[in-house]
C-alpha cells in the first residue's frame, strides 16, 4: 500500500453515511484502515447500514437531524464518548428538492433545502473544528456539495443556491483554519445512482436527455467516492486545500 493512503487508527465522521455516497465513504474508509461513525436520520436505515458496514471495520452508528442544532450536538459528544477522537469529518447528509419555479416558490420550501444542506454543515464542522483545534491534531473537513452549485438549473434554485453556499463556505473555512492545520474541501456529485435520483433516473424522457450528455456514458456509483474519501482522509492531501473536486463522468465538461 501507498503509505500515505494507510487510515489505520484515524477516526471519522460520515453525516447521510448510511446510504448513498455517505455509504460509499464510509465503506472506502473503512477498508483503508479508519474507524468510521456515521450519522442518519432515520434509525432503522442506519442500523442496517451499521450491519452491512462491519464486514469492513469497526463502525457507528448515530442518530442525528443535521438541521438541529442541538441534535448535532448531542451526536457530536456521542460520538467522541466512542470515537475519543478525530481526524476527518465528512458533512454529506443533505435533501434534495422537487422543481419548483421561482414565482411559484414558498419561503417554506427553500427555507427546507437551506435548513439542512447550509445550516447543517454548518453545524457539522463547527462542532468537528472545535474538536479538532482543541486537540491541536489538525484534520480534515469535507462537504458534498453539487454539480447545481457551479451550474444553472431551471426550477431548482433552491438546491443549486444551498450547494453554492457549501462551496463558499467551504473556500473561506479552508483559509480561515489552515493555521490550525485543518483542511477544508468539497466533493460536487453529478448525476449518481442513488436512492434521492431514483425517480429522475426512472424516468425515460430524463435518461434520454441526460445520459447522452455524459461524456463517460454511465451514471456514477456510490463507489465512485470512495477514492476521494480516503485521499482528502489521508496524508497525501496535506497540501489540499479550499479545492473543489468534481465528480460527474464528465458532464459538466461537454
Known amino acids: 500500500m501507498y503509505e500515505p493512503f494507510d487510515l489505520t487508527g484515524r477516526k471519522a465522521i460520515v453525516t447521510g453515511g448510511n446510504g448513498g455516497i455517505g455509504l460509499g465513504m464510509a465503506r472506502a474508509l473503512l477498508q483503508a484502515g479508519a474507524q468510521v461513525a456515521i450519522w442518519g436520520s432515520r434509525p432503522d436505515k442506519t442500523q442496517r447500514a451499521v450491519q452491512d458496514l462491519q464486514a469492513y471495520g469497526t463502525v457507528h452508528g448515530f442518530t442525528c437531524d443535521v438541521s438541529d442544532e442541538q441534535a448535532v450536538e448531542s451526536a457530536f459528544q456521542q460520538t467522541m464518548d466512542v470515537l475519543n477522537g478525530l481526524h476527518a469529518c465528512f458533512?454529506?447528509?443533505?435533501?434534495?428538492?422537487?422543481?419548483?419555479?421561482?414565482?411559484?416558490?414558498?419561503?417554506?420550501?427553500f427555507r427546507r433545502v437551506q435548513r439542512v444542506n447550509v445550516e447543517g454543515v454548518f453545524f457539522t464542522f463547527r462542532a468537528a473544528a472545535r474538536q479538532m483545534i482543541a486537540a491541536d491534531c489538525g484534520g480534515s473537513l469535507v462537504a458534498t456539495s453539487s454539480t447545481a452549485a457551479i451550474e444553472g438549473a431551471a426550477s431548482n434554485s433552491h438546491y443549486g443556491a444551498s450547494k453554492g453556499a457549501v462551496t463558499s463556505y467551504v473556500r473561506a473555512l479552508a483559509v480561515e483554519l489552515a493555521r490550525h492545520r485543518i483542511r477544508v474541501n468539497s466533493i460536487l456529485p453529478g448525476w449518481i445512482e442513488t436512492d434521492m435520483t431514483a425517480a429522475a433516473m426512472s424516468s425515460e424522457r430524463f435518461v434520454k436527455n441526460v445520459l447522452p450528455r455524459i461524456p463517460a456514458r454511465r451514471w456514477g456509483h456510490i463507489d465512485d467516492f470512495g477514492g476521494i474519501a480516503v485521499y482528502l482522509m489521508s496524508d497525501a492531501s496535506s497540501y489540499t486545500t479550499g479545492e473543489q473536486f468534481v465528480i460527474d463522468g464528465g458532464y459538466t465538461k461537454f
Open 91 to 109: 458533512a454529506n447528509a443533505g435533501v434534495s428538492a422537487d422543481p419548483v419555479r421561482l414565482t411559484h416558490m414558498t419561503a417554506d420550501e
